[in-house]
């Protein structure tokens, strides 16, 4: 089946330090990617999303590139801060028309910006 | 405001007790979802709602059944049945079958008295 697979957490840098999240994947097929982002005690939102392969998903200054040669969409960003700490889920959507279409998420990664 | 409304945030079960979970959206979606999610284990699909009148069973639904009478709610109810609910449950709801994006709701942390 289709599965996820992301970094294990949790990951503590520095503020202003580069961040990289790894997320690989698993399908059959050409799934859409996405990465959402949980604060504490909350839900899940969506942060960005590509669709097909070599789309960049960006937004609030983080990245991802859907690469289908290596089946990964890692996150990215140049300058973390400390209001980046949360929970970061990587996930994929096959749309099967009848069947089950919700998500399948990774496990999640766990980032501490400390000032 | 639109968005997805959970209730309680907390809640207790005491054993052999059938407790439920309130969700709620005014998006106008055709399509909710509970999801568990347990420490280091990432979210798992309990139900799914593509439309009012129909559910389908996800990855976990043993110890759980839902409902989805009108358009707006999506509760679910956890049975005596399931014997691990200790858990945060999150309520998601998708708009048209080529809108991607899930919107969530803040959750509900239900713990074992």
């Known amino acids: 089946g289709d599965s996820v697979t992301q970094m294990e957490g949790p990951v503590t840098l520095s503020e202003e330090a580069f961040l990289t999240i790894n997320c690989t994947y698993t399908?059959?097929?050409?799934?859409?990617l996405f990465w959402y982002v949980q604060y504490p005690g909350e839900g899940l939102q969506l942060l960005l999303k590509?669709?097909?392969?070599?789309d960049k998903g960006s937004n609030k200054g983080f990245e991802a590139t859907y690469r289908k040669e290596t089946t990964s969409f890692h996150l990215e960003k140049g300058s973390v801060q400390v209001s980046d700490s949360a929970v970061y889920f990587c996930?994929?959507?096959?749309?099967?028309?009848?069947?089950?279409?919700?998500?399948?998420f990774g496990k999640g990664t766990h980032l501490i910006i400390q000032p | 405001d639109g968005g997805i409304t959970q209730s309680p945030k907390y809640l207790f079960r005491k054993e052999g007790q059938n407790v439920t979970l309130s969700c709620e959206q005014n998006?106008?979606?055709?399509?909710m979802y509970w999801y568990r999610q347990d420490p280091g284990q990432g979210l798992r699909l309990i139900y799914y709602?593509?439309?009012?009148?129909?559910?389908q069973k996800g990855d976990i639904a043993e110890g759980y059944s839902v409902s989805r009478e009108k358009k707006e709610s999506f509760p679910l109810t956890v049975t005596s049945a399931q014997k691990n609910p200790t858990a945060f449950y999150l309520c998601?709801?998708?708009?048209?079958?080529?809108?991607?994006?899930?919107?969530f709701g803040s959750g509900t942390q239900l713990s074992v008295l």
């Open positions: 996930a994929l959507r096959m749309y099967s028309g009848g069947g089950a279409d919700g998500l399948t």
């Open positions: 399908a059959t097929g050409y799934p859409s």
């Open positions: 590509a669709t097909k392969a070599d």
């Open positions: 709602s593509q439309i009012v009148n129909d559910f």
């Open positions: 998601a709801s998708r708009g048209g079958a080529t809108n991607e994006k899930l919107f």
């Open positions: 998006l106008n979606h055709d399509a």
